[in-house]
Nanobody, 124 residues
Framework: QVQLVESGGGLVQTGGSLRLSCAAS????????MGWFRQAPGKERECVAASDWGARSTYYTDSVKGRFTISRDNAKNTVYLQMNSLKPEDTAVYYC?????????????????WGQGTQVTVSA
């Protein structure tokens, strides 16, 4: 019943921007921690950013701090990842994920539901 539908991936040049969207249904959005993960070939899946309901507590992995921003439109049950100043090393499949909780966590095992993934490719 819980469903996460992603959109916004694509191909961009180095220095460009993309905004990923994830529309959630089948869950109580206010109690949901939302996260964005990525997985590149040969690498472990890593948490890029995560947020609680009010964006009072957020997490960003060091490599994206100052470039990526997670935000939520709670009225639309949608979470976004604004990605600016993109680099080739940002190339990966990006996933949104969620779990019911209060504390923001960055480990994949904490998340119970996952989107289908969307490809982000940054060309030099």
């Amino acid at each position: 019943q819980v469903q996460l539908v992603e959109s916004g991936g694509g191909l961009v040049q180095t220095g460009g921007s993309l905004r990923l969207s994830c529309a959630a249904s089948g869950l109580t959005f206010r109690s949901a921690i939302m996260g964005w993960f990525r997985q590149a070939p040969g690498k472990e899946r890593e948490c890029v950013a995560a947020s609680d309901w009010g964006a009072r507590s957020t997490y960003y992995t060091d490599s994206v701090k100052g470039r990526f921003t997670i935000s939520r439109d709670n009225a639309k049950n949608t979470v976004y990842l604004q990605m600016n100043s993109l680099k080739p090393e940002d190339t990966a499949v990006y996933y949104c994920a969620t779990y019911r909780g209060i504390l923001v966590r960055a480990t994949p095992g904490s998340y119970d539901y996952w989107g289908q993934g969307t490809q982000v490719t940054v060309s030099a």
